[in-house]
């Protein structure tokens, strides 16, 4: 009887270990998954900055072209 009381106890002990080791698994994947989203936004503000200013350029460009003529 003690036997079963002792296995059940390491039982326990190693499915809250797996249960631990899961939680922290799950927890790493939403943070990369957060970081992921963080970077993409960084780039999408990157190119819409540079599409910007590119475009404000050719827009002053084209108004000097008009001007000049």
Do not use: C, H
Not at 18 to 40: D, G, H, V
Not at 43 to 55: D, K
């Amino acid at each position: 009887m003690t036997s079963d009381t002792e296995e059940e106890v390491k039982q326990t002990k190693t499915e809250r270990f797996a249960q631990w080791l899961m939680a922290r698994q799950e927890k790493k994947e939403e943070k990369e998954t957060s970081l992921e989203s963080l970077m993409k936004f960084n780039i999408f503000l990157s190119i819409a900055t540079l599409v910007t200013v590119a475009g404000a350029t050719v827009a002053d460009y084209v108004m000097m072209a008009y001007l000049w003529i």
